[in-house]
């Protein structure tokens, strides 16, 4: 691998924007545009970079920001696949001396997609997911509730959280050592005050605090606020887990490979970090790449020494727009779509999980329904929701109408018992976590010698 004159020096940390930096869009992509030259340079490092057209025209990668900004235009876009290809150390623009973590993403795909920061990388990662309009302070006993392992998402909230001096609860949700009767007793005993967790995961620590005869708006009195992430956040659903718990409920979104990428803020809109990446929107169906709009988000990260990415193809369906907000942070807003904008044809009409999730949570509170499934069918629409005895005909009734007024298709909305879905042993069981061992007794299991559960 080439290294550009200097690469072996100390690093010189560039100076992190802050939010009211800058006045307006126009000076928000005047500082967009002084990074680029910098990010071209990181880039010219990396094979993978090294060998695409049209990176280092000339020899040399552009020297300043409009010829930058030009050169990034004429790029080709930078995909997952290109990241599948590069494994593990393809996109290396650094000595691997000076790379402080390495991570995969979940690996849905069957191929792992590599992701590396050094730790001046992560300060930036740190600041940008710690830009929540209720703020991380040394007074908050903090819950990670998300995978620590190879991807980001925990190690992202545990570093934020400490570097505003919170007390960090690693409860990765991989680990056969964090039950949900253990969260319940974490966030009930400690006094939790913030928590990091997928919007699922709020829903079932609501059921598992009730198995254990504990109230989530009533039993939890320290806890301030939900951050949650990682998968489509329908607004009635939202509502329903803010009403439960009583406290709001903060979204993020990000990436393994790019970390935080938008937040909310006070006024309950997210923005895209656009002071720390310059964002695009791609149509696959045109291939026109413009600023705003409908398609999948394009990202270029403006701080990420380690493993530059530019105009990389998230993949994730969003809509971005422009325009002012209360909040004046002047930073463009996104919708993101995710799977959810995707549906299934059943019979004449199109069912998404968005809408269909917009009905179950739009059933009264009182019914009690947490948790639902769907399949569609070719003819039929199959729905479950878990409801109890005292609602369950009501709750049922209510969703078959919604539904079929909704979609106008064949539908079988049926009320199941509490624990069909979210069986009760998931509630209340503590698992036995041992450590390996060799030796045991005449009365004792040796199967178990070399299992660490």
């Known amino acids: 691998m080439t290294l550009l004159a200097g690469a072996h020096q100390a690093p010189v940390q560039p100076r992190l924007p802050r939010l009211g930096d800058w006045c307006g869009y126009d000076e928000l992509a005047v500082t967009q545009r002084a990074r680029l030259p910098e990010v071209f340079a990181w880039a010219a490092r990396a094979p993978f970079y090294q060998a695409r057209d049209g990176l280092l025209a000339g020899g040399q990668p552009p020297a300043n920001p409009d010829a930058a900004a030009r050169r990034l235009a004429d790029l080709p876009l930078t995909t997952k696949q290109d990241l599948r290809d590069a494994y593990p150390f393809g996109l290396l623009a650094v000595e691997k001396e000076r790379l402080a973590t390495y991570h995969e993403s979940s690996g849905t795909a069957g191929q792992p997609t590599a992701s590396f920061y050094t730790a001046e990388d992560w300060t930036d990662l740190s600041e940008r997911y710690a830009r929540k309009w209720v703020g ?11 995978p620590y392992a190879l991807m980001i998402t925990g190690h992202l909230a545990h570093a934020a959280a400490r570097l505003h001096g919170a007390t960090v609860v690693p409860g990765d949700n991989r680990s056969l050592a964090m039950p949900y009767s253990r969260v319940v007793r974490v966030l009930h005993d ?8 997928m919007p699922t995961e709020t829903l079932i620590w609501a059921a598992a605090a009730r198995a254990r005869g504990l109230e989530p708006g009533r039993d939890f009195p320290a806890l301030r606020a939900l951050f949650v992430g990682g998968e489509p956040l329908s607004p009635t659903r939202r509502r329903r887990i803010s009403e439960l718990w009583g406290v709001p409920v903060v979204e993020e979104y990000g990436s393994t490979e790019t970390g935080s990428l938008a937040g909310e803020c006070p006024n309950g809109r997210m923005h895209l970090w656009a002071d720390r990446a310059l964002f695009e929107v791609y149509d696959p169906a045109t291939g026109r790449i413009g600023t705003e709009g409908s398609g999948q988000l394009v990202v270029t990260p403006l701080y990420r020494e380690a493993m530059p990415l530019l105009r990389y193809n998230l993949e994730d369906d969003v809509e971005v727009a422009y325009g002012e907000c209360p909040c004046g942070w002047a930073l463009p807003t996104v919708r993101v779509l995710g799977r959810s904008a995707f549906g299934y044809r059943v019979g004449g009409a199109e069912v998404n999980q968005a809408r269909l999730e917009e009905l179950v949570f739009g059933l009264p509170a009182a019914d009690g329904v947490l948790f639902w499934r769907a399949k569609a069918e070719r003819e039929l629409l199959r729905v479950e929701i878990e409801a109890p005895p005292r609602s369950a005909a009501a709750a049922q009734a209510r969703l078959d109408a919604a539904v079929r007024a909704e979609f106008g298709v064949p539908c079988q909305v049926r009320a199941v018992p509490l624990g069909t879905l979210v069986p009760s042993h998931v509630l209340t069981g503590v698992h036995d976590v041992v ?4 030796l045991f007794g ?7 010698a070399l299992l660490y559960y």
């Open 435 to 438: 450590k390996p061992r060799g």
């Open 136 to 146: 991380i302070s040394a007074s908050d006993v903090f819950l990670v509730r998300t």
């Open 442 to 448: 005449p009365d004792e299991d040796w199967d178990k």
């Open 190 to 197: 400690l006094g939790v005050t913030l928590s990091w967790s």
